[in-house]
C-alpha cells in the first residue's frame, strides 16, 4: 500500500494534459508565492516597477471563458525606482496588455 499510493498518483499525473499539469503547478506556485517582480518599459526607459508580486493572472471571458489580452496581479509599486519596498509605498493592483506592454517578470534574486 505504501508503494501503490505514490505509483498511483504518478500514473494520474502522467496522465493530465499539459495545461492540467500547468494548472496544478501554477497552484503549488499560488500557495507558495514567489515574490515576483514587474518592470514595464517605455522604449529602454524603465517607467514603473511592481515588487512582492505573487503571481500574474491571464484575464478569463465571464461567460466564455477564454483567454483576454491582459494580464492583472497586485504588487508594491515601487514608485522611486529603487528597487526597494520603502516606506509609504503600497501594494495596488495592476493591468497590462500582452499587445502593447513591453515587461520583463521575474523572481525576485534577493
Known amino acids: 500500500m505504501k508503494i501503490f499510493l ?14 492540467s499539469q500547468n494548472k496544478l503547478g501554477r497552484a503549488v506556485q499560488n500557495w507558495t508565492g514567489t515574490d515576483g517582480i514587474l518592470e514595464v518599459y517605455a522604449g529602454e526607459k ?4 511592481f515588487m512582492k ?10 461567460t466564455s471563458g477564454e483567454s483576454r489580452p491582459y494580464r492583472f496581479g497586485y504588487g508594491i509599486l515601487d514608485g522611486n525606482l529603487n528597487g526597494q519596498v ?7 493592483y495592476f493591468e497590462f496588455s500582452d499587445y502593447s506592454t513591453s515587461y520583463v517578470f521575474y523572481g525576485n534574486p534577493s
Not at 504518478?10 to 493530465?16: E, I, K, N, S
Not at 520603502?86 to 495596488?92: F, I, L, R, Y
Request: with cysteine; glycine share 12%; proline share 3%.
Open 6 to 19: 505514490p505509483l498511483l498518483g504518478l500514473l494520474m499525473l502522467a496522465g493530465c494534459t499539459q495545461e
Open 46 to 49: 524603465l517607467v514603473k516597477r
Open 53 to 62: 508580486i505573487d503571481k500574474l493572472t491571464t484575464a478569463s471571458g465571464t
Open 86 to 92: 520603502d516606506s509609504g509605498e503600497q501594494k495596488v
